[in-house]
């Protein structure tokens, strides 16, 4: 049973562009998001989070949001850059301090120059 | 700063056989977590360990086990190698007190069971 979905293996985007990346889950339990990103012979790294106590979360370029009653969050980057040119996992956690985290399949992002 | 060190980076292994896989985590860090991350999937957790003692397991079979050592270093050990147990293998680590954006993940041992 797949708790985390991200329905879109892959996405191309213009440079400069918006890059949005989509992801659901089905655990009302789960109250803590996060994005990782995963470049080709590495290990993913952490990109944002957001709890369930917000709706939106923004670091620089990236702004995950959250939409508790669709089970459904977002990544929006903007504006995308061929850097950003990655795989990219939604994970999800229940409970703060419960590290135990829960991957989505990924989404590959390219960006076209 | 040293990150996270998997060792090795690949391996093949024959059915049946029997693999350790080994993590150095960042220094600082306390806690260590196993991945499985099979092709075309997203990363699945196996186990945690902390202060030397499983935390949490996922859904994973007996013949996964760990160990992590007074240095805070990790072996993963799978027994009796099954086919589907070829994938990459991510160690993360992290602070107990800290949470997902704490975890740094090593890059991955690659296992092959042929």
């Known amino acids: 049973d797949q708790q985390v979905k991200q329905n879109s293996p892959s996405l191309s985007v213009q440079e400069g562009r918006i890059s949005i990346l989509n992801c659901d889950y089905t655990n009302s339990m789960f109250d803590y998001f996060l994005w990782y990103k995963k470049y080709p012979a590495e290990g993913p790294t952490f990109l944002i989070s957001?709890?369930?106590?917000?709706d939106k979360n923004e670091d620089g370029r990236f702004t995950v949001f959250l939409n508790k009653s669709a089970k459904h969050l977002s990544l929006h980057i903007v504006p995308s850059q061929p850097g950003d040119s990655a795989v990219y996992f939604c994970?999800?956690?229940?409970?703060?301090?419960?590290?135990?985290?829960?991957f989505g399949t990924g989404t590959r992002l390219t960006i076209i120059p | 700063d040293a990150g996270v060190t998997q060792s090795p980076t690949h391996l093949i292994k024959t059915r049946g056989q029997q693999v350790t896989l080994r993590c150095s985590p960042k220094?600082?860090?306390?806690?260590v977590s196993w991945y499985q991350q099979a092709l075309g999937q997203g990363p699945q957790f196996i186990f945690q360990?902390?202060?030397?003692?499983?935390?949490q397991r996922g859904n994973f079979p007996d013949r996964f086990s760990g160990h992590q050592f007074p240095n805070y270093s990790s072996e993963l050990n799978v027994n009796a190698l099954l086919l589907g147990d070829s994938a990459l293998y991510l160690c993360?680590?992290?602070?107990?007190?800290?949470f997902g954006y704490g975890y740094t993940f090593g890059s991955g041992t690659r296992l092959t069971v042929v």
């Open positions: 220094s600082g860090h306390d806690t």
């Open positions: 957001i709890s369930s106590i917000k």
């Open positions: 994970a999800a956690s229940a409970g703060f301090g419960n590290e135990k985290l829960t």
């Open positions: 993360a680590s992290s602070l107990v007190q800290g």
């Open positions: 360990y902390y202060e030397e003692e499983e935390r």
